[in-house]
């Protein structure tokens, strides 16, 4: 499921962006913590001093929480933008060292595509497919425990209190299940 995790996730950063806009701190912690490490690679590549790179992006960060506000899903993803400021942010701080830039912006990385290409998608929705068709075939009640403890992201701990059966009954039949989903899919 590349193209929908990767649609969710840009779906998750739209939302933490639009609620940063409006001073929400806990909404900031999450696009920190969803866009650090691919931000910090962006101000490397261009910086290659990490402690450098760390100080621009600190500033980016900044950036990010007085201008939220200003991103506009409708113009780039929330990744683009982000990785637009950090870009721009670590080339103005070379200027501003009296740096020069000596490697051609052509050659300078953007950040990947997270969306999907047209096979992947075909892919993925045949193997989803294939799941669910695998799925049907297990016997009901361990079908809903699968799907549940796999789709829903359910502990087994919860699922044993939801079924009401005791916690190993539970992880056997996810087992068996899953012995069986292998088996089905191979």
Known sequence: MISKAGDSEQSLLIAALQRVASGDKLAFREVYRRTCARLLGVCMRISADRQEAEDVLQEVYVTVWQKAAMFDPARASPITWLAALARNRAIDRLRANGRRITTP???????????????????EAESEHDITVCIEELAKADAVLVRTAFFQHATYAELATRSDMPLGTVKSRIRRALIKLKACLS
Do not use: C, H, Y
Request: charged content about 30%; cysteine-free.
């Open 105 to 123: 912006i052509e050659s300078i990385d953007e950040p990947a595509d997270e969306s999907a290409g047209a096979l992947e998608q075909l892919l």
